[in-house]
């Protein structure tokens, strides 16, 4: 399968700082990556899609100016968590597809620290 | 509403039975996925289901789909310790692919020696 890198693994920061998640698609360009979240014990939730050179469409509940997400290139895209809270701790995983029909494949995961 | 429901949600067996994980979809689907997740990991993908009838098979894990029930099975076979993971299903709806995958609460495995 091809490979979807997510950086960093595992992060820590302080209430009020803003911290960057970068997902890249190493062996493939990507039209489309897509932001989840998961809580402990729980399933992925979809945050928001975001396709190459457009504004990324979010989900309902999903803050914009909180999460931000930038996908400005066709091997890379980043969300920034703007003034982390310790509510935002989670664990936070990107996929990646080629284009509409092909399979989107998954990052390794960054799991977020609120202290 | 898109709705994937699971069952069990956690399911603990000895070593060498079987089992079969559930998975029902709300929807017409097109896609149907199955992955596993190790704790503290992302997922891994392992199985894509396209058409009514699928059927796949690696190792002691086979998936099917029965896209007239909106049923997607996953079956273990006589489990081994590394088996022990959470597996999803996940599904998406159109010709050639959603947008999105809607995820499956989850099945919690446990193989016990």
């Known amino acids: 399968g091809a490979v979807v890198s997510q950086h960093p693994s595992r992060v820590i920061c302080k209430s009020g700082t803003s911290v960057k998640i970068e997902c890249r698609s190493l062996d493939f360009q990507a039209t489309t990556m897509f932001w989840y979240r998961q809580f402990p014990k729980q399933s992925l939730m979809l945050m928001a899609t975001?396709?190459?050179?457009?504004?990324?469409?979010?989900e309902q509940g999903v803050e914009k100016d909180k999460f931000l997400i930038n996908h400005a290139s066709l091997t890379l895209s980043t969300l920034t968590v703007t003034s982390a809270h310790p509510e935002d701790s989670s664990f936070y995983i990107c996929?990646?597809?080629?284009?509409?029909?092909?399979?989107?494949?998954f990052g390794q995961g960054t799991r977020l620290t609120v202290v | 509403e898109l709705k994937v429901e699971q069952n069990p949600l956690f399911l603990s067996m000895q070593e060498g039975k079987n089992y079969t994980i559930y998975c029902n979809y709300s929807t017409t689907s097109d896609r149907l996925y199955w992955y596993r997740q190790d704790p503290g990991k992302s997922l891994e993908s392992l199985f894509v289901l396209l058409s009514n009838g699928a059927v796949k098979q690696e190792g002691r894990l086979m998936a099917s789909l029965d896209t007239k029930a909106r049923l997607s099975t996953l079956h273990i076979t006589a489990a081994v310790h590394d088996l022990s993971a959470t597996y999803f299903c996940?599904?998406?709806?159109?010709?050639?692919?959603?947008?999105?995958?809607?995820f499956g609460t989850g099945t919690r495995l446990t193989i016990i020696p």
């Open positions: 996940a599904f998406t709806r159109s010709n050639f692919g959603n947008e999105k995958l809607t």
């Open positions: 975001s396709n190459e050179g457009s504004k990324a469409t979010y």
């Open positions: 996929s990646a597809r080629r284009d509409r029909a092909t399979e989107a494949f």
